[in-house]
């Protein structure tokens, strides 16, 4: 089973972009679902998640207001919604679909570029 990810780019601050991740098969029950990022350089980091037990999403402080993570009805898929993008924005993001039973699953990343 692989997470494959769509829809990195290269915008303008102030723009948008969404990215999606969607299982290529349906083989487990999904547990939790997230989005990450790495800056060169840097240390890969939190950016959103959702839990499917029922609790709201989480964002990392720099993102709140302007990104937006959900799901598709089947939990087969998850989207990060990238409004007001800023420069500090630019990293590869990486989702991330945690089963019920069984290690994390992680998406091959795709590359977010925000010019000024």
């Known amino acids: 089973v692989r997470l494959v990810e769509t829809g990195g780019g290269s915008v303008q601050a102030g723009g948008s972009l969404r990215l999606s991740c969607a299982k290529s098969?349906?083989?487990?029950?999904?547990?939790?679902m997230g989005w990450f990022r790495q800056a060169p350089g840097k240390a890969r980091e939190f950016v959103a998640s959702?839990?499917?037990?029922?609790?709201?999403?989480n964002y990392t402080a720099s993102v709140k207001g302007r990104f937006t993570i959900s799901r598709d009805g089947t939990n087969d898929a998850v989207y990060l919604q990238m409004n007001n993008l800023k420069p500090e924005d630019t990293a590869v993001y990486y989702c991330?679909?945690?089963?019920?039973?069984?290690?994390?699953?992680w998406g091959q990343g795709t590359q977010v570029t925000v010019s000024s």
């Open positions: 991330q679909i945690r089963p019920w039973l069984g290690s994390d699953y």
């Open positions: 959702l839990d499917l037990n029922g609790g709201p999403p």
């Open positions: 098969e349906r083989t487990f029950t999904t547990n939790a």
